[in-house]
């Protein structure tokens, strides 16, 4: 079994900042990529940022320059720092990590539950 715990959503003005937080647990052998993706009303789920196992980022266009991704990688765990947030930010963020569960399975995608942030005055 593997779970992904996220917190860190909420409410904030145009402007401000959340950091969203997620840990992976459970049987877990190795983990390539964890990343965010969101998904707004009537809209598809699009990443938002994703981070290697070797460090390597990658952004939403929209949100570079605002946004940055980090890990720590003995516990886990993904962080997204969100600054500068503006109202088209306001979606779910859903937290994801490709992984094994053993050094025989297939790398495999595992998601969260969401973690809702809304951005409004």
């Known amino acids: 079994q593997v779970q992904l715990v996220e917190s860190g959503g909420g409410l904030v003005q145009p402007g401000g900042s959340l950091r969203l937080s997620c840990a992976a647990s459970?049987?877990?052998?190795?983990?390539?990529?964890m990343g965010w993706y969101r998904q707004a009303p009537g809209k598809q789920r699009e990443l938002v940022a994703a981070i290697t196992d070797g460090g390597s980022t990658n952004f939403l266009d929209f949100v570079k320059g605002r946004f940055t991704i980090s890990r720590d990688y003995a516990k886990n765990t993904v962080y997204l720092q969100m600054n500068s947030l503006k109202p088209e930010d306001t979606a779910v963020y859903y937290c994801n990590a490709e992984l094994r569960r053993t050094w025989y399975d297939k790398v495999r995608d595992y998601w969260g539950q969401g973690t809702q942030v809304s951005v409004s005055s």
């Open positions: 459970g049987s877990i052998f190795s983990i390539n990529a």
